[in-house]
């Protein structure tokens, strides 16, 4: 038997990178939140809205992998998932530091977090499976964005630096750890065409789920600032997701590649993007 046809060699472990836990501050000034990009509601709000996502998002994350834990035997993969939940719970504080600096300004910001939390408790009651396929389909969703913020510099080009460091960081790390859920999948689950079924479903329907929260929640914040009707903020955003920049429009076709029966996250491989996160430490060092 060849080693593509096994159904159960589970990944590429040639391409494995052990993500490192790193425990860093970023301090974002709380006073900035509404203004931190560009001096630009609708872009601020725009990430701002994506934060709400993250600390009840990235604790789903680390229960689902951490269900399976016992299910692993390659010490390497073990190794990884430890340093995945090490980093998820990290990202998962910062992110909690700054959501309240969004609380104080948007208080209903904070039902929102409280309402995504509560979905994810319904998933947590759905098959442990289940759980891991919405978990590595949320992971991809977040590699390719993470992608995209690290290759399109004009994203932050004039954000507040605490805020673009806090962003710049997670968007590394995620990449850093970006197969590990997917590789836990792969061990646990194979590629087999049910587990193919089930991996497709669940990014097709967090995917839509995601977007019919998100929008809702980033019009609602723009609404409590009073910028619904503010054109030039509308034309900025579009012109970042749709238009010249096109950072959602570009992401399509990432996010399609999941749907290859052989897809694994380092297919996309942005390995020397990680290259940063030196000099990200050194900055950090340097301001702290
Ligand atoms: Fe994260
Ligand atoms: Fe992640």
């Known amino acids: 038997m060849t080693r593509q046809q096994q159904p ?28 931190w990009n560009n001096h630009s509601m609708h872009l601020s709000h725009f990430l701002n809205s994506l934060s709400i996502f993250f600390p009840v998002g990235e604790r789903f994350f680390i229960d689902s992998v951490r269900n399976y834990r016992d299910a692993i035997a390659d010490p390497d993969l073990k190794r990884a998932v430890k340093a995945f939940i090490g980093q998820e719970a990290m990202h998962g504080r910062e992110h909690e530091q700054y959501n309240e ?30 759980q891991l396929s919405t978990t590595i389909a949320l992971e991809h969703f977040t590699a390719i964005l993470a992608d995209a913020l690290l290759n399109e510099p004009r994203i932050l080009e004039n954000a507040e630096p605490h805020y673009a460091r806090l962003w710049i960081w997670h968007a590394l790390e995620e990449t850093e750890h970006k197969s590990v859920a997917f590789d836990v999948w792969l061990a646990v ?61 570009k992401l399509v076709r990432p996010w399609a590649d999941y749907f290859r029966p052989s897809f694994h996250p380092w297919d996309h491989d942005n390995q020397h993007q990680l290259a940063r996160l030196k000099s990200l430490t050194n900055e950090l060092e340097r301001v702290a």
């Open 189 to 249: 689950r194979g590629r087999g065409p049910l587990a193919y079924l089930q991996r497709s479903m669940g990014l097709i329907v967090a995917t839509i789920i995601f977007w019919a929260i998100a929008i809702p929640f980033y019009l609602r914040i723009l609404g409590h600032e009073r910028q619904l009707s503010n054109a030039r903020g509308w034309r900025e955003i579009l012109r970042y997701a749709f238009g010249e920049i096109g950072v959602l429009r």
């Open 101 to 130: 600096a969004l609380f104080r300004r948007v208080p209903a910001a904070r039902a929102m977090e409280k309402m995504v939390d509560r979905l994810l408790r319904l998933v947590q009651k759905l098959p442990k499976s289940s």
């Open 8 to 35: 159960h060699t589970p990944y590429d472990s040639a391409r494995r990178i052990i993500p490192t836990q790193r425990n860093l501050h970023f301090n974002v000034p709380a006073e900035q939140i509404a203004s």
